[in-house]
C-alpha cells in the first residue's frame, strides 16, 4: 500500500468514527501544495453532505479525531475546505524502514500486459543522426520504464530498407562508386551508403538546373531528370526481384546493418525484434486487396487504389500506386497486423516524431475499418524535433549532426572536462576511459530524456556535460560521491548495513530526503503511463539536490552520535540506490568513482 493509501484508510477511519458510514470513494487524499505546511491534505467538501457542517468546521473536526486516533499524524490545519496533515518523524522513519528493506522499491508487480513500442525504424540510406538518437534513447527508456510497471515489453525496430530512397544510393554507387567498399575505403558502412544518397542529390539538383535552363518547369524537371527516372525503374526492378538489383542491394544493406549495430552498441540500446520493410511491404499489399475486395478501398482509373476517410474529417489516402508499388501506409499496415499476429500485444507504441502525426490518425483509422478493433491500442508517441542553434539537419544534403561523430565527441569531451576538474585523480587509464564514456553518454542521454517528449528542443553538448545544474554528469558525480562516503564507512569498520534501524530524531534534510524517496514508486507509475522518461529525469535530478543540500547540512561520517551515523549511511546507501535505479529507467549507467 502506497503513502496516499495509508492516508486515504487513516482519513476514511476517522470519518467514519465521526460521521457513521461513508463511501470511501469521498475521500479524496492529494500532497499538500508547497505553499502551505503539511505532508498529504483532504479534501472536504465531498464529505459536506455527511458533516452537514461548513467546510472549516468539518476539516476541524476531522483533524482532531485523525490525531487523537492515529498517533503517526503529528498535527493539522485548516486551509477554507482543506485540511492539511503533518506527519510525525516516527511515521517517515517507518516508512524509510519499508523502502529500505524492499530490495525491488519502485519496481511493480507483473501486470499480465504486453506493450510493443517500436522505435529507432532507420532508413538503409544513410547512417544515424542527432534526431535518431533521441528516438532511439526515447523508444529504449519508454521500455524499460513500461518494463518497470510490470509490463512485458517487446522492443522492436522496423528497418525501412527498400524504396526509392535506397534506390537513389544503390545508383550512385553504381554510377560513381568505383567498386567503393568499407574495407577498401576504411569507411564505416552506412557512412559510406550516406555518401552516395549525398552524392546522388548533387548530380540531381544539377539535371533540374540543366532541364529548367532549357525552358522546363521545375515540377516536371524533377520528374523527368534521368537520374530520378533511373532510381524510379531501379525500384520496379527490385519490386520485381531483378537478380542484378537484388544482390546489390543486399550488399550496401549488409554494409549499413553492421554500421548501425556499432551506432547502437555505442548507444547501449538493444531489439527484441527487427522487422523489415522488404518483407511487410507485400503483407500490406494483400491486405489492401482484401480490403478492395470488400469495398473498404476503391480502384482509380490510373489502377491506384485509395481509401476515402473524407467522411471522418481526413482526406483520401493513397494505398497502392497506379504500378502497383507500394507507399508507406501500405507496409504499416501490414506490419501492425503481422505484430498482432505474433504478440497479440495490449498496447503498440510508435515512437516516430511529430511530422507524422497525421499518419498515425490514418493508419489507427483503415486498420478500424478493415475491422482490426486492436487498432484502439495504437499509440503515436509524437515527440518533437532537436533542433541546432544552426538550424534544422538536412541529410540530402549531407548537413546532419552525424550519431557516431556526436557521441565520440561527448566522450572525448566528457573525459577532458572531467579531468580538468580534478574528477579522476586516482583513476587508472581504463577506469578514466570508462569514466569518460559513461558521463558523455550519460549527458547526451540525460538532455535529450530531460526534457518533455513532446516538445521541440534545442541540443547544447557543451551544455549539456556540465558538473553543476539539471545535468546527467551532476547526478552521476552525486552518486559517486555517496559511494566514496560509503566505501570511506567500510573502510573504518562501520557495518552499517547489519545494524538494526533506531529511533532518530530526523533534521529537515533527512525529512525531505524520505518523503521524495517515498515518491519513487508514483514517479515510475506515472512516467509509464504518460510515456514520458522525463518526469523520471526531474525526479532523479531532484533527488540528487535534495542529497547535497542534506550533505551540507549535517556530517555523515563525522558525527559523533553512532546511531545517528548508520542512520545517515543507511540513508545515503538508499539515495545512491534509487539514483541508479532511476537512471538505469533512463538508460544512463551511474559511476561507483569520479
Known amino acids: 500500500m502506497n503513502i496516499e493509501e495509508v492516508i486515504r484508510q487513516r482519513s476514511t477511519d476517522a470519518v467514519q468514527a465521526l460521521y457513521g458510514s461513508v463511501d470511501p470513494g469521498l475521500v479524496q487524499i492529494q500532497k499538500t501544495r508547497s505553499e502551505f505546511e503539511g505532508d498529504y491534505t483532504l479534501v472536504v467538501f465531498p464529505l459536506l453532505k455527511t458533516s452537514r ?26 486551509i477554507k475546505g482543506f ?68 509490463h512485458k515489453v517487446i522492443k522492436v525496430n522496423l528497418v525501412n530498407d527498400r524504396g526509392i530512397h535506397i534506390c537513389k544510393s544503390m545508383l550512385a554507387w553504381r554510377k560513381w562508386g568505383n567498386g567503393e567498399t568499407p574495407e577498401s575505403s576504411g569507411i564505416k558502412g552506412d557512412h559510406l551508403v550516406g555518401k552516395y544518397y549525398v552524392e546522388f542529390d548533387k548530380h540531381y539538383k544539377a539535371e533540374i538546373k540543366e532541364l529548367t535552363a532549357a525552358g522546363m ?52 540500446i538493444e531489439f527484441d525484434k527487427i522487422y523489415y520493410e522488404s518483407d511487410t511491404y507485400l503483407l500490406g499489399k494483400d491486405l489492401v486487396n482484401d480490403g478492395l ?73 483503415i486498420l478500424k475499418k478493415l475491422g482490426y478493433d486492436w487498432s484502439d491500442t495504437i499509440y503515436h508517441l509524437s515527440y518533437g524535433m532537436v533542433e541546432l542553434p544552426e538550424g534544422k539537419m538536412k541529410s540530402r544534403e549531407g548537413t546532419v549532426v552525424d550519431a557516431d561523430d556526436l557521441i565520440a565527441a561527448m566522450v572525448g569531451t566528457a573525459r577532458e572536462m572531467s579531468a580538468e576538474l580534478g574528477k579522476l585523480e586516482g583513476c587508472s587509464e581504463d577506469e578514466a576511459d570508462t569514466v569518460g564514456r559513461m558521463v ?32 546527467g554528469p551532476f547526478i552521476q558525480y552525486t552518486h559517486a560521491r555517496i559511494k566514496s562516503i560509503l566505501r570511506k564507512a567500510a573502510g573504518q569498520g562501520i557495518e552499517y548495513q547489519k545494524t538494526p534501524n533506531a529511533t532518530v530524531t530526523l533534521s529537515p534534510g533527512e525529512t525531505a530526503l524520505i518523503k521524495h524517496l517515498a515518491d519513487f514508486p508514483a514517479t515510475v507509475a506515472a512516467a509509464g503511463e ?53 537512471m538505469g529507467l533512463l538508460g544512463i549507467s551511474v559511476p561507483e568513482r569520479m
Open 53 to 78: 457542517k461548513s467546510p472549516e468546521a468539518t476539516a476541524r473536526e476531522i483533524g482532531v479525531k485523525i490525531t487523537e486516533m492515529f498517533p503517526e499524524i503529528a498535527g493539522f490545519n485548516v
Open 530 to 582: 504518460t510515456f514520458s522518461p522525463a518526469l523520471v529525469a526531474q525526479y532523479i535530478y531532484d533527488l540528487a539536490k535534495m542529497f547535497n543540500g542534506f550533505y551540507h547540512e549535517v556530517p555523515v561520517l563525522k558525527e559523533e552520535n553512532g546511531q545517528l551515523k548508520i542512520f545517515r549511511l543507511k540513508l545515503s546507501a538508499l539515495v545512491a540506490e534509487i539514483i541508479s535505479r532511476g
Open 440 to 471: 558523455g553518454m550519460g549527458a547526451l542521454k540525460y538532455f535529450l530524456l530531460k526534457v518533455d517528449p513532446r516538445k521541440t528542443m534545442l541540443f547544447d553538448p557543451r551544455e549539456s556535460i556540465d558538473f553543476n545544474g539539471n545535468t
Open 83 to 150: 485540511l492539511n496533515l503533518s506527519m510525525s518523524g516516527g511515521f517517515w522513519l517507518e516508512r524509510f524502514g519499508e523502502m529500505e528493506k524492499d530490495a525491488a522499491y519502485g519496481i511493480a508487480s507483473t501486470s499480465g500486459k504486453t506493450f510493443m513500442v517500436e522505435y529507432s525504424s532507420p532508413n538503409t540510406n544513410k547512417p544515424l543522426h542527432l534526431g535518431h538518437i533521441r528516438n532511439n534513447l526515447l523508444g529504449y527508456s519508454v521500455s524499460r520504464i513500461l518494463e518497470a510497471n510490470g
Open 217 to 268: 518547369e521545375e515540377d516536371e524537371a524533377k520528374q523527368k531528370a534521368p537520374s530520378m527516372l533511373q532510381a524510379q525503374e531501379m525500384l520496379r526492378r527490385w519490386e520485381a526481384k531483378d537478380p542484378e538489383v537484388t544482390s546489390l542491394w543486399e550488399t550496401m544493406n549488409g554494409w549499413v546493418y553492421e554500421g548501425f549495430d556499432e551506432t547502437y552498441k555505442a548507444l547501449g
Open 293 to 365: 475486395s470488400r469495398g473498404v478501398f476503391y480502384r482509380r482509373d490510373d489502377g491506384s487504389v485509395w481509401i476515402d476517410l473524407t467522411p471522418d474529417g481526413l482526406d483520401e489516402k493513397l494505398l497502392l500506386r497506379g504500378d502497383g508499388t507500394s507507399v508507406y501506409m501500405t507496409q504499416d499496415l501490414g506490419t501492425a497486423l503481422e505484430r498482432y499476429k505474433d504478440y497479440s500485444f495490449d498496447s503498440l507504441i510508435y515512437v516516430v516524431g511529430n511530422e507524422q502525426n497525421y499518419h498515425f490518425q490514418v493508419l489507427k483509422l
